[in-house]
């Protein structure tokens, strides 16, 4: 009996052990892509001339019109602009600071789906900027979505992250 | 396992405290990364076409130390005077006129604080020489006014009037010519000048016949004289910048070019002013015919003698030669392979024996290129020179606009996508232009002109008559066989030029340049 009790104790042990190191990856894993996001978002708020005019008249694939739409309707291009710079500014600071990172999470997956979407990287479609690599329907961008998708399950707020004080008060 | 845990820790220790607050230190970071991306950003490019920067292009060299030099000029009527006040010589009356219309119109204040600000060039006018009495003693009174003033202010030494050109170029009082005589006695001056070792500066065009101006290149290459043709255009910015631009393949295979020219008063069609202190005594007749065909003394050929083959090369010597040397600079033209021209008298029936109208095209086979010339002296609609090009065409004067072509294959992808508009601008450059200056960001530019790219530089407006003579004068203080822009080489070019479109016109054919036996034929 006490040899199973000890048996399982140890299990336990290791399964907190492993439990404690992937949710501290997690939180790790939150922060940088936050930190991609903030970055990103910040270097857009910060440059009014900047515009995704250019990215979005170079779309191609199946929803090219709408991006083409936005583009060329100067008020909804201010908008989307607008919504993108700080949207991504939003969705990072609250993903490395650890709060409401599911929320944010949830929005960053809209983004980049939405970027995704614009330049899908399947055969045949072609660029006018040069991507930084070569992709057959997986880029980074899918794959910065999915890490999302992880960390909406798993934001790991409680191991680093300012809802750990809140969380203990 | 969670709830257990935190039962167990009530309250926020230093532990969570740190955790909690772990992540702070990246916006720190984060803030670095953008500080230092603020520089970056600038170089990167929207619209997929290239940056430029002409900033570089046609920077004005220093002034290079040497001896003063001894100027003579042969030749003091309007063109000479021009030439003189370049070299920083003007009459003191028209500093005082300057200073008078000064005082109403800020025009004229600007204008004469450019005159007196002009880079004083080390030189000195110790001769001039004129067949008209009145244009003689009026350039002695410039030359001696050294210290740009007025009629009260003190002047320098006066040059001396030779009474021939054959005994300015002779003197020892001279190190250098400046020849601003009528068309046929270029080339006699510069001779007689390039033999007595003297420096020249030639107006355009190089020479009145075929023959001499093969003679002329002989003897200034053998005299090892510094040689410069009166082609000021050589110092426009903008034509340095177009021939940067074209260098860089931005509007592809050029296959035609169109240069004209379109003027539409008396005094662009040489219908000049006639002096009333003209007449057989104040004008040394025989000199002016020089080479040219005896006839009776003329006060309307003496003033107006462009308008006659006896001494003037017409519009292809007078104005065709100003557009083929800016092609031939931007491009590196050369002599055509033929040419065939067509015109005739049709609005200035006033006795003349040149054309008022006339249209040259010339072939270039081994560029693939024609270049077209078309001109009027009797309409002033606005033609300016085109380079026609299969991505994009040129649009040229002081400033610079490229188009964009619509069926271009170099920005095809461009056009596709809707970053470049066809027909459009892509690039334009304005020298001088600080009020764009605004735009810093590519990405403004984009909005700004969609494709426009601006290109400034310190824009200040210098003549660039005397940039061309200060390149000249460079040349001679250097004394290491330097020849300036527009060398002999090149005046051989625009002379041969323009001769086989006059010669095309005649003979109403086709006149071809044999390039081995360097022959019209």
């Known amino acids: 009996m006490l040899k199973k009790d000890n048996f399982e104790a140890e299990i336990q042990n290791d399964v907190m052990q492993h439990r404690k190191q992937t949710e501290i990856t997690l939180a790790i894993l939150r922060i940088a892509v936050g930190w991609h996001f903030l970055f990103e978002g910040l270097v857009k708020v910060f440059n009014p001339a900047w515009t995704s005019r250019a990215y979005l008249l170079d779309s191609g694939g199946w929803f090219r019109n709408f991006f083409y739409w936005i583009a060329g309707n100067q008020a909804v291009l201010n908008a989307s602009d607008f919504l993108n710079a700080w949207g991504l500014t939003f969705i990072g600071l609250a993903m490395v600071l650890g709060f409401l990172s599911r929320y944010a999470a949830a929005a960053g997956i809209f983004l980049l789906s939405l970027y995704y979407l614009s330049h899908p990287p399947f055969p045949g479609i072609t660029y006018l900027f040069p991507s930084d690599g070569s992709y057959f329907v997986v880029n980074k961008t899918l794959i910065e979505g999915l890490l999302l998708l992880l960390i909406y399950q798993y934001p790991a707020e409680e191991v680093i992250g300012i809802k750990r004080i809140m969380f203990k008060k | 396992m969670m709830n257990q845990e935190k039962d167990k820790n009530k309250g926020i220790s230093r532990r969570d405290m740190l955790a ?15 500080w230092s991306h603020q520089d970056e950003k600038a170089s990167k490019k929207v619209n997929g076409l290239p940056e430029m920067d002409f900033s570089a292009v046609a920077a004005v060299p220093a002034l290079v130390d040497g001896p003063e030099i001894r100027v003579g000029v042969v030749g003091v009527g309007g063109r000479g005077g021009y030439l003189m006040k370049a070299l920083g010589f003007v009459h003191p009356d028209r500093i005082d006129d300057w200073k008078l219309k000064g005082e109403k119109d800020v025009f004229w204040q600007h204008y004469l604080n450019d005159f007196l600000h002009q880079e004083n060039l080390n ?10 009495e009145k244009n003689a003693n009026r350039a002695i009174m410039m030359g001696a006014n050294v210290h740009r003033n007025g009629k009260d202010g003190p002047q320098g030494d006066a040059p001396v009037r030779f009474n021939t050109y054959q005994e300015l170029v002779s003197s020892d009082l001279v190190d250098a010519v400046i020849i601003a005589t009528p068309d046929h006695l270029h080339v006699p001056v510069a001779l007689a000048a390039a033999k007595n070792g003297k420096h020249v500066y030639c107006e355009k065009p190089l020479s009145w016949t075929v023959e001499e101006t093969f003679e002329v290149r002989n003897v200034v290459k053998e005299n090892n004289i510094v040689f410069q043709l009166g082609h000021q255009g050589r110092q426009t910015e903008s034509y340095q910048v177009a021939r940067s631009m074209i260098a860089k393949n931005l509007i592809g295979k050029i296959s035609l070019i169109e240069v004209c020219t379109n003027r539409n008063d008396p005094n662009g069609a040489w219908v000049y002013d006639i002096d009333p202190e003209a007449n057989e005594q104040t004008i040394d007749w025989k000199q002016f015919i020089g080479p040219a065909p005896w006839h009776p003394f003329s006060l309307e050929r003496f003033f107006r ?14 104005l065709f030669t100003h557009e083929f040397d800016a092609m031939n600079q931007i491009l590196g033209l050369g002599i055509p392979q033929s040419a065939m021209a067509s015109g005739g008298i049709y609005f200035y029936k006033d006795g003349r024996t040149v054309p008022d109208v006339l249209n040259m095209a010339f072939e270039y086979p081994d560029k693939d290129l024609t270049l077209l010339y078309s001109a009027t002296l009797s309409s002033e609609k606005n033609r300016g020179k085109a380079i026609m090009g299969h991505d994009a065409w040129m649009e040229l004067d002081e400033n610079l606009t490229i188009f964009l072509d619509p069926r271009s294959t170099q920005y095809k992808q461009q056009i596709e996508k809707g970053l470049l508009e066809p027909n459009k601008p892509i690039y334009s450059y304005v020298p001088g232009q600080g009020k764009v200056d605004a735009i810093t960001t590519p990405t403004e530019k984009y909005f700004a002109g969609r494709g426009l790219l601006y290109t400034y530089r310190d824009g200040k407006a210098v003549d660039t008559t005397h940039l061309h003579l200060r390149e000249w004068l460079n040349c001679i203080r250097l004394n290491n066989g330097t020849q300036p822009s527009c060398n002999i080489d090149q005046a ?3 002379a041969i030029s323009a001769h086989m479109g006059t010669i095309s016109y005649h003979e109403g054919r086709r006149t071809y340049w044999d390039k081995e036996k360097e022959i019209i034929i």
């Open chain 2, 20 to 34: 909690g607050l772990a992540a702070i230190p990246v916006l720190g970071a984060i803030g670095y990364g953008l």
């Open chain 2, 123 to 132: 030189v000195k006018i110790t001769a001039v020489c004129d067949v008209f």
């Open chain 2, 305 to 318: 003698w462009r308008c006659w083959w006896d001494y003037s090369t017409g519009l292809s010597g007078d």
């Open chain 2, 492 to 494: 051989f070019e625009e």
